[in-house]
């Protein structure tokens, strides 16, 4: 795993340069050293704890770093209540009853509020607990820079604008994915993320019931016990908020299972099912294959994808702020 995270970091070098890792208003390695150096222990403690108590966890504290940076960037808009003129993006279709892990990120600000106050960013908290707890489901680890400010508003029109949907054609995550200067790899491989967690049954229903796209793409009817498992936990109305698995092989832990289980039809959303489906040209699939048959292979891609999703956007030197509490910005 040191090897590995050696060249995860040197590729990092490699595609952000090295400006990216030193110099003011920049992101760096180590930010809190000198100023808060129990931070990465205290973030690591909290996720164990938390996905400990539920495993489910460590899939939403990912999710959630996605849900932030795909909305003017990873500057902790989501984490804000609704307050004076601000409208908080936990409302959007997108987040509302979906969301999670806003109370394991208020406990890890509130024990690094008494360790070094005044400090540490939530949006920083939100990198490195997405980190952990991949880790904590047995993924790779990855060097998280660090330096991220607080934005001082949030965006309720681009939540609902800017995160992919659950039934996303292949060309609109490609599209979505390009506007946050992510590419097809990182889309591919950012998208294993859904070898953890849960969905729920209005995410995945239309994949379920779409039978124009299933004759598309299942022509020979090789994966109706899997829809049929699937209809049986979400019915064609009703029971809205029924959970899945994302991965039914392996669903709490993190491994290259969700890759296979594309390749055999089983994805759960229907944007799972369209790297394949609507690959035409097959060069995702080969991406898929290639992930499919060599965890380690996606386990660096991964890292390294995380770490330029973690680059979109951010407040750095002067901009923003280090609010005190994560749902509010400072008064």
């Known amino acids: 795993m040191e090897l590995m995270r050696l060249f995860v970091l040197a590729l990092i070098l490699v595609l952000c340069g090295t400006e990216t890792l030193s110099g003011d208003g920049t992101l760096v390695l180590d930010y809190y050293k000198e100023t808060c150096p129990s931070l990465e222990e205290i973030v690591r403690l909290n996720v164990e704890i938390a996905v400990?108590?539920?495993p489910r966890m460590a899939a939403s504290l990912l999710r959630l770093h996605f849900h932030d940076c795909f909305v003017l960037g990873c500057d902790a808009s989501v984490l804000l209540d609704n307050n004076g003129d601000i409208i908080s993006e936990k409302q959007a279709v997108p987040n509302l009853n979906s969301l999670r892990g806003f109370e394991v990120i208020d406990k890890i600000k509130y024990n690094l509020e008494k360790a070094c106050p005044y400090t540490v960013s939530c949006a920083d908290i939100i990198a490195i607990a997405a980190r952990d707890a991949v880790v904590s489901r047995g993924g790779p680890g990855w060097d998280v820079l660090l330096g991220r400010r607080d934005s001082l508003e949030a965006s309720f029109s681009g939540a609902n604008q800017f995160i992919p949907a659950p039934n996303s054609s292949l060309e609109t995550l490609i599209s979505s994915f390009k506007e946050h200067g992510l590419d097809v790899g990182d889309l591919v491989a950012l998208s294993g993320s859904h070898t953890v967690g849960k969905a729920r049954c209005i995410s995945f229903?239309?994949?379920?019931?779409?039978?124009?796209?299933?004759e598309h793409y299942d022509p020979f009817k090789r994966y109706t016990t899997f829809r049929r498992i699937l209809r049986s936990?979400?019915?064609?109305?009703?029971?809205?908020n029924e959970l899945a698995p994302l991965d039914f092989t392996t669903p709490a832990r993190f491994d290259n299972h969700y890759y296979i289980n594309l390749l055999q039809g089983n994805g759960l959303l229907g944007s799972d099912n369209v790297l394949v489906t609507e690959d035409h040209e097959g060069l995702i699939r080969e991406q898929v294959w290639a992930y499919a048959s060599n965890q380690e292979l996606f386990f660096e891609a991964f890292a390294i994808s995380m770490v330029?999703?973690?680059?979109?956007?951010?407040?750095?030197?002067?901009?923003?702020?280090?609010?005190r509490k994560c749902r509010f910005v400072n008064s």
């Open 52 to 54: 400990v108590k539920e």
């Open 205 to 214: 229903r239309q994949r379920v019931y779409d039978i124009s796209a299933e």
């Open 233 to 240: 936990i979400c019915p064609k109305s009703g029971r809205d």
């Open 308 to 323: 330029k999703m973690g680059n979109i956007n951010v407040l750095t030197g002067n901009e923003g702020e280090i609010r």
